[in-house]
């Protein structure tokens, strides 16, 4: 399934430079990209780590936690 969206998100992002390319500049279109790369990587901080590892690595009260901030 993960693999499916891979295809259909590769798919969407180039239709999505194709569209822009036709109605903006190259270099606009272009410097998109880095800002979605800044606002991942400061929001990845916020984001608990997976269940799985947490059980295993650091007890069951981080794991609720976890689970209860993913639900």
Same mark, same amino acid.
């Given at each position: 399934?993960?693999?499916?969206?891979?295809?259909?998100?590769? %798919?969407? %992002?180039?239709?999505?430079?194709?569209?822009?390319?036709?109605?903006?500049?190259?270099?606009?279109?272009?410097?998109?990209?880095?800002?979605?790369?800044?606002?991942?990587?400061? %929001?990845?901080?916020?984001?608990?780590?997976?269940?799985?590892?947490?059980?295993?690595?650091? %007890?069951?009260?981080?794991?609720?936690?976890?689970?209860?901030?993913?639900?």
């Amino acid at each position: 399934m993960f693999l499916t969206f891979l295809g259909l998100i590769i %798919g969407i %992002g180039c239709l999505l430079c194709y569209c822009l390319g036709a109605l903006l500049y190259w270099r606009y279109v272009a410097i998109i990209a880095p800002f979605l790369y800044i606002i991942q990587a400061v %929001g990845l901080p916020f984001i608990p780590e997976s269940p799985i590892w947490l059980l295993g690595h650091k %007890g069951e009260k981080e794991t609720i936690e976890a689970l209860k901030w993913l639900r």
